[in-house]
């Protein structure tokens, strides 16, 4: 009985996927984030900055049309590996949809279809954000010469493989009373003292942008960073520091 409430695939663990569903796979700004972040890893990774676009691009391209680097990915498990794939609540909509074609279109059996429909959606949303980078990497590797073996690792390493985690972790992360977004800490962390070791110039765009985006208002203002700063502080606390103060 405890093992049906609180043990990996239980009640405890559906509860804590359908909480992680909620706050990212529905919810527009992790999606956002993630696209983004993964930008980050690619780049981090070693794809130059000017090439990460162009290596997007050719990823998308190759998944559009089944082409040999998508084929890779797939034959290494990429689309297993995933966040989504591992952490993110998923409905087997088989059984609704034959429940739903028996009911009436006002009848719950339709309604609880509709809903699985949207989790599979978000969900494959943000599981081909995370496809298409590890696509992408393996595109930029195998481009340097390395065999799609090789080029499957890089991918899994930099854009991390959450299927490959400890038994404390695989726990922490769908328990209740846990740390549901552990595994990105836990793969996210060495990758960063990678860089920082080896390639600490890579991080120097992302240090830069606050200062680039300071002087890009200044300039198109025709005011000092000195106004900048005291132009944020007219705003709420909680808007200080955000990202976005400058769009705004």
Known sequence: VAEKILGNGGLATRATQRWKWAKVAANPPPQVRNFLSNGILLNLSGVSFHMVPT?????????????????????????????AANELYRIDRELLDLEARHAGKLSWSTLKNLLGRMVDLTGDIYQFSEALFKTAKIIDEMKKGKDEGDAALEAQK????YSLVSPS???????????PFLTFALKALPRMLEVAITHPLRFAPYAAVPYAMTAILASMTGVDDDDVDKLKKALPQWL????????L
Do not use: C
Request: hydrophobic share 40%; proline share 4%; glycine share 8%.
């Open 169 to 179: 972790v695989r726990y922490l992360r769908n328990a209740p009373i846990g740390a």
């Open 240 to 247: 200080q520091d955000r990202g976005n103060v400058y769009v």
């Open 55 to 83: 290596r997007i691009a050719q990823a998308i391209h190759d998944i559009r049309i089944d082409g040999p680097y998508w084929n890779v990915a797939k034959k290494y498990g990429v689309t297993e590996s995933t966040f």
């Open 158 to 161: 930099w854009m991390f493989d």
